[in-house]
């Protein structure tokens, strides 16, 4: 995937990597406004991206009062590599590189 064009109602946000402060670990996310598409090359929130990855939902789901998936719609991950946008959550939900997400879009087959 080299380009995806956001939705009316997609969101974008910046994810910052998990921070572990000894007592607590931290990850930051800051809203990104004013895109209308993501594409490789792009400079966003400080990330040049290198690549992009998107997952289609079968469900919808939340967490602590906010959705995070949409059932048949499409969730991307837009990263600096193929590497760190294949790698950037670990198993235990820890953010490990600086990573946009994209959601919910609607891909269309070209």
């Known amino acids: 995937m080299t ?3 956001l ?8 994810v910052g990597k998990t921070k572990d402060y ?3 670990e931290v990850t930051a996310f800051e809203a990104v406004n004013g895109l209308r598409s993501v594409s490789v090359g792009d400079d966003i ?5 290198g690549a992009i990855r998107c997952s289609f939902h079968w469900r919808d789901a939340s967490y602590g009062g906010e959705q995070y998936m949409w059932r ?7 990263g600096r590599s193929r590497e760190e946008v294949e790698t950037a959550v670990a198993e235990d939900g820890t953010k490990r590189f600086d990573y946009i997400r994209v ?4 891909l269309q087959a070209e």
Request: charge should be positive; hydrophobic fraction near 45%.
């Open 72 to 78: 048949g719609r499409w969730a991307c991950l837009a």
């Open 3 to 5: 380009s995806i064009a």
């Open 7 to 14: 939705d009316a109602d997609s969101k974008t946000r910046h």
């Open 22 to 24: 000894l007592i607590t």
């Open 103 to 106: 959601a919910p879009i609607q």
């Open 45 to 49: 929130a400080g990330i040049r991206v």
